[in-house]
C-alpha cells in the first residue's frame, strides 16, 4: 500500500543527512521533494503545497535537541501532519440504538456490497452484535444475489424483496422485519450507478429521510485518486454522510484518497477494507496509517489483530503443552489457522518495522502455508497428536493422500521436530523463556 509515497518520502528525508541543524536554505529540497511525493500520489496541490507550508514552519520553528537530527526531527513533523491531514485520531463510529440503522452510499463498483458483508461480520464477531443486511439496489437483481451469497457465507440474514421497486419501502419493511426478529443493526446496501446522477442521489436521499440513520457511509474505491474525493464531494452535499469507507487499499493505491478526503470534505474515514475476504475490514486509524506511508511499521496494528484473535483458555492449554515438549501437528494446524485468519501475510509481514520495504517486490503468496496444511490434513487424528507414531509407511500414505513427494514429507517433519526442540529449549531456560515484565 502507498508504496511509491513511502520512498519518494524517504527519499526525501535523505537530504537532510549529516547536517546539523535546520536552516531555510537546507530545508529547502526536503519540502519539494515532500511536495512533489504527495502530488505524485494523487493529492491535490493546493492540500500539498498547505501541508508543506506547515510542515516548514514548524521544522523551522522547532528548538534543536542534540539527540535528534534534523532528519529524524522531519520524519516526526511529517508523520504528525500526515496524521492530522486524515483526521488526527480515529472517528467513533456508533452503532447504539435498537435497531441501530447503518445506510450505504456510494457509486457502483466502489465495493458497497463487499464491505456490507465485511461490516455485518465485524460487528457480528468483533462487537457481538446480531445484524441484518438489506438489499434496496432495485436495478440488478444480481446485487441481491451477491448479497444472498455474503450473508450465506457469514451468517447473517439478507432482507431483500425481488419485486419491490420502491426502495424506501424495502428499506421501511427491513427494519419492521429486523425487529421482529430481534436484530439490533440494520445495513442497507443502496443501488450505485457509475457516474453521480440525480436519479440515484434522490433514490439514497429518501431512504435517508425515511428510515433516518444512525451511521451514514460512503464508500470509495481508493484506487481512484482525485475522482475519489470529488465524488466524495457530491455524496457528501446531498447526504451529509457521517463517515468514508476506503476500499481497495490492496490494489496499487497512490494514496491520494486517504490523504485528502478528510480535508476535503471534514468528515472522517472509519473504516478500510482490503481484499475480498469476508474478515479484512480494519478500523482506520490516522496514526497508524501515517506510521505505514512512512514505512515505519504498525506495530499498533498488528497486536490488536493479534489480541482480537487470541483466545485465553487455549494459550494456556498450549503453554502447558510446550512446556511438557507435548505440542504436536495438531496445534500446529491451529497456529497457522490463527496466522491465517490475521489477514493477508505479505500485509502482517510488511507491519514489522523494516520489513515492508524489503518485501515489497517479493511475491508472497498466502498458499505458503497450503502444502503444509496438506501433509497435516493427510494424517489421522493419533497421527497429528502423536508424532512418533509416523514411520516410514505412514510418511508414504500420508504423502500420497497430501499430493507430496516423502521427501517432502520427511522435510517438513524434520523441521517440524527442530522447532520443537527448540520450543523446549525455550522452556529450560529461567522463567521458561521469558522476558521479565512480559507476560504470554
Ligand atoms: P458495489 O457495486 O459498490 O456493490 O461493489 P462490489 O462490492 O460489488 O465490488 C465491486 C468489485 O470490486 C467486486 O469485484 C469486488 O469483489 C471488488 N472489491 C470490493 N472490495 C474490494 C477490495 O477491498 N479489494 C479488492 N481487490 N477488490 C474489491
Known amino acids: 500500500m502507498f ?8 527519499s526525501a528525508f535523505k537530504n537532510l543527512k549529516g547536517q546539523a541543524r535546520i536552516t531555510e536554505l537546507n530545508i529547502a529540497n526536503t519540502v519539494k521533494d515532500i511536495r512533489r511525493a504527495l502530488i505524485d500520489a494523487d493529492v491535490n496541490f493546493k ?11 514548524k521544522a523551522l520553528g522547532e528548538k534543536v535537541i542534540n539527540s535528534v537530527s534534523p532528519g529524524q526531527l522531519m520524519v516526526k513533523i511529517v508523520q504528525d501532519e500526515l496524521t492530522e491531514l486524515m483526521g488526527g485520531t480515529a472517528a467513533d463510529f456508533s452503532v447504539t440504538g435498537n435497531p441501530a440503522i447503518i445506510l450505504i452510499a456510494g457509486l457502483q463498483g466502489s465495493g458497497k456490497t463487499t464491505f456490507t458483508g465485511k461490516l455485518a461480520n465485524y460487528l457480528k464477531v468483533q462487537k457481538g452484535k446480531s445484524p441484518m443486511v438489506v438489499a434496496a439496489d432495485i436495478y440488478r437483481p444480481a ?3 451477491q448479497l444472498t451469497v455474503l450473508g450465506e457465507q457469514i451468517g447473517v440474514p439478507v432482507y431483500a424483496e425481488r419485486d419491490n421497486k420502491d426502495a424506501v419501502s424495502i428499506a421501511l419493511n427491513a427494519i419492521k422485519e429486523a425487529r421482529a426478529q430481534n436484530k439490533n443493526v440494520v445495513i442497507i446496501d443502496t443501488a450505485g450507478r457509475l457516474a453521480i446522477d440525480e436519479a440515484m442521489m434522490t433514490e439514497v436521499a429518501n431512504i435517508k429521510q425515511a428510515v433516518n440513520p444512525t451511521e451514514i457511509l460512503f464508500v470509495v474505491d481508493a484506487m481512484t485518486g482525485q475522482d475519489a474525493v470529488n465524488t466524495a464531494k457530491a455524496f457528501n452535499d446531498r447526504l451529509d454522510f457521517t463517515g468514508v469507507v476506503l476500499t481497495k487499499l490492496d490494489g496499487d493505491t497512490r494514496g491520494g484518497a486517504a490523504l485528502s478526503i478528510k480535508y476535503t470534505v471534514q468528515k472522517p474515514i472509519k473504516f478500510m477494507s482490503s481484499g475480498e475476504k469476508m474478515d479484512t475490514l480494519d478500523v482506520f486509524y490516522p496514526d497508524r496509517m501515517a506510521q505505514r506511508i512512512l514505512g515505519m511499521g504498525d506495530i499498533a496494528s498488528l497486536v490488536e489483530k493479534a489480541q482480537q484473535q487470541f483466545d485465553e483458555e487455549k494459550a494456556k492449554k498450549l503453554e502447558k503443552k510446550i512446556r511438557k515438549n507435548q505440542f504436536d501437528f495438531q496445534d500446529f ?3 497457522l489457522q490463527q496466522i491465517k485468519k490475521m489477514g493477508n501475510l505479505k500485509d502482517l509481514m510488511g507491519m514489522i ?16 502455508f497450503k502444502g503444509i496444511e496438506a501433509i497435516i490434513y493427510s494424517m489421522t487424528p493419533e497421527e497429528r497428536a502423536n508424532p512418533d507414531l509416523i514411520d516410514q509407511r505412514r510418511k508414504a500414505r500420508i504423502a500420497k493422500g497430501s499430493g ?10 524434520k523441521q517440524f521436530e527442530q522447532m520443537k526442540k527448540m520450543m523446549g529449549a525455550m522452556n529450560k531456560l529461567p522463567m521458561g523463556g521469558r522476558m521479565p515484565g512480559f507476560r504470554r
Do not use: H, R, Y
Open 3 to 10: 508504496n511509491s509515497l513511502s520512498e519518494k518520502l524517504e
Open 47 to 57: 492540500i500539498a503545497k498547505e501541508f508543506t507550508d506547515k510542515v516548514k514552519e
Open 143 to 145: 446485487a441481491i444475489d
Open 333 to 335: 494446524l491451529e497456529q
Open 353 to 368: 518495522p523494516g520489513v515492508g520495504k524489503a518485501i515489497k517486490d517479493i511475491d508472497i503468496n498466502d498458499d505458503a
Open 404 to 413: 507430496k513427494d516423502i521427501q517432502e514429507v520427511n522435510a517438513f517433519m
